[in-house]
Nanobody, 126 residues
Framework: DVQLVESGGGAVQAGGTLRLSCVASRYYYGSFCMGWFRQAPGREREGVASFANEREIIYADSVKGRFIVSRDDNKNTLYLQMNSLKPEDTAMYYC?????????????????????WGQGTQVTVS
């Protein structure tokens, strides 16, 4: 198993930036497909970005060009840099992981495909 802990959420004005962090309890390089998801009140959870490795990152169209996923293996941490934030980005943001041995790692998997979830961190853009 792996435990995930998100942090970095907060309240910002439109156009602002935030960086979310997801710390994994154990080293996960190559073992997990990682994902960032978000859920706004009254809406379904949606994929924001997926990360298999630095060359295989997929972004939702709604965040492409504004959000960037990166990883620090020394810290077992996955980041979501969010720039040019919009009010419609307001949501609870979750980090997720699924066991991975190659193949497809992307947003088409959907939330149900992911095995482990963090508790979420709230992002509010006004």
């Amino acid at each position: 198993d792996v435990q995930l802990v998100e942090s970095g959420g907060g309240a910002v004005q439109a156009g602002g930036t935030l960086r979310l962090s997801c710390v994994a309890s154990r080293y996960y390089y190559g073992s997990f497909c990682m994902g960032w998801f978000r859920q706004a009140p009254g809406r379904e959870r949606e994929g924001v970005a997926s990360f298999a490795n630095e060359r295989e990152i997929i972004y939702a169209d709604s965040v492409k060009g504004r959000f960037i996923v990166s990883r620090d293996d020394n810290k077992n941490t996955l980041y979501l840099q969010m720039n040019s934030l919009k009010p419609e980005d307001t949501a609870m943001y979750y980090c997720a992981a699924k066991h991975y041995r190659g193949g497809y790692c992307g947003l088409n998997l959907g939330p149900a495909a992911f095995d482990y979830w963090g508790q979420g961190t709230q992002v509010t853009v006004s």
